[in-house]
């Protein structure tokens, strides 16, 4: 019923900028939040950066290098990265909070395939 396509993944060096994209398709009446979380290999997932009605926030380990930002008319979140790090290498998870019925007003979460960031030399 909802869908979350990612893209914009790839291999970059250290220092380099990737932007992900993240578009929401299918029964959507409104969206509440839109994030990006991120997961490495042998560690739990973690919330990188959202952005909700309350404005934006990011892990500490991002802060300064990475931009959240969103087009709600095109149910679309991006994430700008700057000044890669190795550690910053991980599978890229959309999210969404998505409200798909007009009556009542609770949301569900939905999310995306994931996108592989690889920061490396």
């Known amino acids: 019923q909802v869908q979350l396509v990612e893209s914009g993944g790839g291999l970059v060096q250290p220092g380099g900028s990737l932007r992900l994209s993240c578009v929401a398709s299918g029964r959507i009446f409104s969206i509440y939040d839109m994030g990006w979380y991120r997961q490495a290999p042998g560690k739990q997932r973690e919330l990188v950066a959202a952005i909700t009605s309350d404005g934006t926030t990011y892990v500490e380990s991002v802060k300064g290098r990475f931009t959240i930002s969103r087009d709600n008319a095109k149910n679309t979140v991006f994430v700008q990265m700057n000044s890669l790090k190795p550690e910053d290498t991980a599978v890229y998870y959309c999210?969404?909070?998505?409200?798909?019925?007009?009556?009542?007003?609770?949301?569900?979460?939905?999310w995306g395939q994931g996108t592989q960031v690889t920061v490396s030399s």
């Open positions: 999210h969404a909070l998505i409200r798909t019925t007009w009556w009542g007003d609770k949301g569900y979460d939905y």
